[in-house]
DNA sequence: TACGTTATTGTCCGTCCAGTCAAAAACTTG
DNA sequence: CAAGTTTTTGACTGGACGGACAATAACGTA
């Protein structure tokens, strides 16, 4: 019945969210972004409608994605509950110290709201509690399978692993390297061990 | 011999900082920086030369002043190391959780960097690495004291308080609240208490 | 008090940018 | 193949912003 669309919505969203991802919202240019979309400004505009709606259809793909590949990584059943978070925290280590420029949206519009209402603080609050609730599940798990101890407070761990890959995060695009950021992890870990395992292994150099 | 100037340059430094630090470097507007200054645009250029230029210096005073500040927190004799650590970690959750919204011109610099060599990077890195070494020194004085292990690895312990410190402090602007935050301090904390200390104390609701 | 020097003030300019308008194109359906 | 609907294309606009210019003001010094 009408002339149909030369995309696919969320190949666009996926594009934009690189773009938002390097340059973040503020500094990213419409022209940015129809040169990494691939369609015409008025496109954009049909189809999402400006530059700051685009990004919160980025931010909360983005959000549902890194709360899934998290979930995910959490979700490894040949290994312990404590072991996938050791493991998930080890390859964010190296994620994080790769030398791409992308910081996650969440982390974008946190720092980028400036007002209450902008809508972006209460955006990226939503993202940093789907990630809290990502890590409660996994740590439920450990502390039913008795691998942290029955007085443990789930909910707090789970922030503060928040808090701790954030940190991380901001670390790598820093330049801390892999094996310092590594070390950070592990250091993050011990958290979680109680009184036995290895203590204060694998030193690093920052390079 | 000459007209001399209306104004002080740290104190434009300082309200340039404080623009800086709530709008961003891209976000704030020069004309902001007019209002907050009080200064005319000719004569922050006369003195500065740009914005991005009062934003570095601007950076390099914040980032002077933060390292001042923890090292201060830090040094108090009344308490042993541990002890100051802890209490910093602590002080930090309730001045993040505040409602203001500033953030860390180091912050800041990590986010809004694109490019490697827009010397955002880089600055933003010395931040990075003069904050972890004022805690190192403070770890330092613990492992002297036996408070922590012989075989700590101080280095890769201060990058990770780092870390946490630099997630707080996202979290904070996210809107969680005092007593999680606080919660998340004590997690962190745990890291360095040996076999010894209370354990998982302080439940936290997020508010 | 006149001069040299530097700060200040206000105006102006080129650029960039988000968003709009209007016309042409493409596809479906009848 | 014609009508109708929606997308695409490309040019346009109004405004904001960073920065520059030129004239004036203020001060120290001789």
Tied chains: 1, 2.
Excluded: W
């Amino acid at each position: 019945m009408a002339r149909p669309r030369k995309f696919v919505e969320s190949d666009v969203v996926s594009s934009a969210s690189e773009v938002f991802a390097v340059r973040g919202l503020a500094a990213a240019t419409l022209d940015d972004l129809v040169r990494a979309t691939g369609l015409g400004k008025q496109s954009l505009y049909n189809a999402f409608g400006g530059k700051r709606e685009l990004f919160f259809r980025a931010l909360s793909e983005d959000r549902e994605e890194a709360a899934r590949a998290v979930s995910e990584a959490l979700a490894h059943d040949d290994a312990s509950p404590l072991e996938r978070i050791r493991g998930h925290l080890l390859v964010l280590a190296i994620e994080f110290s790769s030398s791409d420029r992308r910081v996650s949206l969440t982390t974008r519009a946190l720092v980028e709201s400036t007002g209450e209402e902008d809508g972006l603080s209460t955006a990226a609050r939503a993202g940093i509690d789907q990630l809290a609730e990502v890590y409660a599940a996994c740590l439920e798990h450990a502390r039913e399978e008795k691998e942290i101890p029955a007085d443990a407070n789930v909910q707090s761990l789970a922030m503060y692993f928040v808090s701790v890959t954030r940190g991380m995060e901001l670390l790598g695009r820093a330049g801390v390297g892999r094996a310092a950021l590594t070390a950070v992890a592990l250091d993050a870990l011990r958290v979680l061990q109680g009184e036995s395992g290895a203590r204060h292994g694998d030193p690093a150099r920052r390079d």
